[in-house]
């Protein structure tokens, strides 16, 4: 379904009765999209290992945390 913001403003109702019978509702401003709101899914166990960027600093041992970002930062003061 799509809806403009001024409907959303007017009258939500309309809009929270698309997403309670599962509709995905594509909010526009002006003729164009600028958000979606999709229903919530029951059960949908989010696992962050799955996402792409878990375990990207794995195999960094060498330093710690707070070392790699004062690593990070230092001189940054003076690029000014």
Known sequence: MKSSLVT???SPAKILNAIEAR???TLTR???SI???VPYREGAAHDLR???AFGMWADEQA????EQVRE???GR???L
């Open 30 to 32: 002006r003729g164009k």
């Open 35 to 37: 958000a979606r709101i």
């Open 23 to 25: 509709q995905e509702v």
């Open 72 to 74: 990070l930062r230092k």
């Open 50 to 52: 799955q996402q792409p």
């Open 8 to 10: 959303l403003r007017r």
């Open 77 to 79: 003061s003076l690029d």
């Open 63 to 66: 330093q710690s945390v707070a």
